[in-house]
């Protein structure tokens, strides 16, 4: 393949409320394309219409992801620029775009990005929870099988997790979250990012459900739940292993107290005694 005279496709990230987080990139991109492939036309043509961009738009949504694929191809074969856009936010994230740019890489074109605004992400920086290790999980299963049975699946995780949620399933989906890691454990709600009325109510499961079973949620929501408490194979609990969870939480940057703490509680031993042997360890 000659990549000079093929075309490339940019996966271009749009305002996921607030107009002016568009980047000069996206615009630049928008602007230049041959075609943008856009999940509904007439929505980016409003957005086009305020950044006074005029350009081919075809349309590429959920249903005809895979039907479009083809013609999609070809155009990058006969040296089209594609920009593909969503809704709101980044492409593929809940969104349409996997499909097209799964099969454009594996066909060998250039894909790229003009990247920006994500929902997820600005929703786990902004919850204030680790954000070492998480898991997107976008919108639960519909069908209540299907949704038990991820529920199941997550209920150990203890990395942050993300979830995107409709407002009117918000209650719902917040039951079953009780259900699975009780009332006390930490979320965040982080509702209308970047538009007037952001806002993110960091609370408990227990305490998220009362608020909203009162006042009925509004607007867009992303969930932010906290990872459960890292619980460490114990089968052998000997000195070695028990210096080796210490020393595995001073290399990650933490100091020999909180360490020794940390690990204990993991081990389900003492502090003091923890403490105590990686200090003769030493010796
Ligand atoms: N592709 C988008 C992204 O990059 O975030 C996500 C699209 S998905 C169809 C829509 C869901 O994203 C909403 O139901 C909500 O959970 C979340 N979302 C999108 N915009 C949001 C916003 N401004 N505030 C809070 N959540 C938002």
Same mark, same amino acid.
């Given at each position: 393949m000659d990549n000079n005279t093929l075309g490339v496709l940019t996966v271009v990230a749009t305002p996921i409320? +607030?107009?002016?987080?568009?980047t000069p990139r996206a615009v630049e991109t928008l602007a230049e394309a041959d075609v943008i492939a856009a999940e509904d036309t007439r929505r980016t043509l409003q957005l086009l219409n305020h950044l006074g961009i005029k350009n081919n738009l075809i349309s590429y949504y959920r249903h005809n992801e895979e039907a479009r694929v083809d013609y999609m191809l070809s155009l990058l074969e006969q040296g089209q620029n594609i920009a593909l856009v969503s809704?709101?936010?980044?492409?593929?994230?809940?969104?349409?775009g996997q499909v097209l740019i799964q099969a454009a890489t594996e066909a060998g074109y250039v894909v790229t990005m003009a990247p920006g605004p994500a929902a997820c992400i600005q929703a786990l920086v902004l919850?204030?929870?680790?954000? +070492?290790r998480f898991t997107f999980e976008g919108f639960l299963p519909l069908n209540k099988k299907n949704r038990r049975a991820r529920m199941a699946q997550l209920a150990n995780e203890t990395r942050t997790m993300i979830f995107y949620e409709a407002p009117h399933k918000l209650v719902n989906t917040l039951e079953d979250m009780q259900e699975t890691w009780g009332a006390e454990r930490k979320i965040a709600l982080c509702r209308e990012?970047?538009?007037?009325?952001e806002e993110i109510v960091r609370v408990t499961i227990g305490e998220a459900l009362a608020m909203y079973e009162e006042v009925p949620p509004k607007g867009e929501f992303v969930i932010v739940v906290a990872g459960g408490e890292e619980v460490e194979e114990t089968a052998e609990l000997t000195n070695e292993g028990i210096v080796a969870a210490i020393q595995e939480r001073i290399d990650a940057g933490m100091r020999l107290k909180d360490a020794s703490k940390e690990a204990a509680k993991a081990l389900g031993i003492p502090a003091r005694d923890a403490y105590q042997i990686y200090l003769d360890s030493e010796k």
């Open positions: 409320g +607030n107009l002016g987080d568009i809704d709101a936010g980044t492409p593929g994230i809940s969104d349409p919850s204030g929870m680790d954000t +070492n990012l970047t538009k007037l009325h």
